[in-house]
C-alpha cells in the first residue's frame, strides 16, 4: 500500500518564503500578499491576504479597514459625497469651477 501525506499551509501571522529568512505576515506583506510571492500592484494594499485597490475600495479606502459611510465613494483614498463635495461633484475628480459649490452631484454657481 502506498500512503499519501497532503500537507496545507495556512495564512498565520509568521510564514517564510524560501530564500527569505524573514517572517512574513501573508495578511499585510505587499510582496507576498496571502502566498509567497503575490505582489499588490503600487495602488494597492494587502488587506487580510487580499491585495485591495485602496484608491477606490469602500471597504478599504485609504488603508485597510477604513470603511466609507453609506452613501459615500472612494475617491484617491479618501471618503466622499460625489452629491456634495466640490472637488469631485458627481464623480471622483469632477472639480467644480472656482466658487461653484456642488448640490445633489451638480455644480452649482454660488454667484
Do not use: W
Not at 6 to 20: D, E, I
Not at 30 to 57: H, P, R, W
Not at 66 to 72: A, K
Request: glycine share 10%; with cysteine; hydrophobic share 20%.
Amino acid at each position: 500500500t502506498t500512503t499519501t501525506t497532503t500537507t496545507t499551509v495556512t495564512t498565520t501571522p509568521c510564514m517564510t518564503c524560501a530564500g527569505s529568512p524573514a517572517c512574513i505576515d501573508f495578511r499585510v506583506d505587499e510582496f507576498n500578499c496571502g502566498k509567497c510571492g503575490e505582489v499588490c500592484l503600487t495602488s494597492e494594499l494587502c488587506c487580510n491576504g487580499a491585495c485591495l485597490d485602496y484608491q477606490i475600495d469602500v471597504n478599504n479606502c485609504g488603508a485597510c479597514g477604513n470603511v466609507c459611510f453609506p452613501g459615500q465613494t472612494c475617491c484617491s483614498g479618501t471618503c466622499v459625497h460625489t452629491t456634495s463635495d466640490a472637488n469631485h461633484c458627481g464623480a471622483c475628480g469632477s472639480a467644480c469651477p472656482a466658487g461653484d459649490s456642488c448640490c445633489s452631484s451638480s455644480c452649482t454657481d454660488t454667484l
